[in-house]
């Protein structure tokens, strides 16, 4: 049961997903707009950033629901130790990008810390999956 409504929720996602970019990447500023006035001091390079911040998390949006499909399944399996750990490496991915890469890539890391934390979770959640899945469902 636990796999089936892995899958099923897989196959969701990705079309929220496509969903979610193609309104980002179509109407993103516009939707900004309803709450950066660009005619305000700053306006417009908030827009700007704005703009490429939502780009690149909607861009992203698959990762972090894979990640929270998975942590529910594992949460299913009853390990929720599990969440806790994923969680510890998600902070790790944000403080990595935050301390360490911003000095490599500069400002553009402060847009990518939630897609590598998502990441760096995802890969350890998708691990824990494999393992206990393999063990706990047939």
Known sequence: RVKQGVRTSIKISFILYLISL?????????????????????????LKFASRSL????????????????????????????????GLVE?????????????????????MADPVAWLFSLVCTLGAYIHYSKKRLK
């Open 22 to 46: 193609t309104v980002s990447i179509l109407f993103g500023k516009y939707l900004l707009k309803l709450f950066i006035n660009v005619n305000e001091s700053g306006g417009q390079e908030a």
């Open 55 to 86: 780009i690149i998390l909607s861009s992203c949006l698959v990762i972090v629901f894979m990640l929270y499909i998975l942590r529910n399944a594992i949460q299913a399996m009853q390990i929720s130790s599990m969440t806790l750990i994923t």
């Open 91 to 111: 902070i790790l991915g944000r403080t990595i990008m935050a301390k360490v890469a911003i000095d490599y890539i500069g400002s553009d890391s402060l847009f």
